[in-house]
């Protein structure tokens, strides 16, 4: 018996440099859909809509930060640079929970 609609939710850990986090936010913002990427209050954006800290430092584009996604976070569609950067770096998602 499932308990809630979530139940088949699968969330995925991977790894994204900050170059890819810097615009993926605004990037899914464009248009409505299922691909808003999320974010919690240890990100600050500019009035651009750019991530520039992430829990109180300054983003660092080189740095490669881990994420929670959902499996359909690789998607082009709702970011084209989310998209573009694991099409080139193709990984193995690490295991859900």
């Known amino acids: 018996t499932k308990l809630s ?10 790894w994204v440099p900050g170059s890819v986090i810097r615009i ?3 990037e899914t913002w464009k248009k409505p859909g299922t691909g808003w990427f999320q974010y919690d209050d240890g990100i600050e954006l500019d009035q651009e809509g750019f991530v520039t ?6 983003l660092d584009e080189e ?10 976070f690789f998607r082009a569609r709702d970011s084209p640079s989310v998209g573009a950067f694991f099409k080139d770096h193709p990984r193995p998602l690490e295991g859900y929970r």
């Not at 609609?5 to 991977?14: R, S, T």
């Not at 800290?53 to 300054?58: A, H, Q």
């Not at 740095?63 to 359909?72: L, N």
């Open 24 to 26: 993926g936010l605004r």
């Open 63 to 72: 740095r490669m930060y881990h994420i929670g996604t959902m499996d359909d």
């Open 53 to 58: 800290r992430i829990n109180g430092e300054p």
């Open 5 to 14: 609609e979530f139940d088949d939710v699968k969330v995925f850990m991977a």
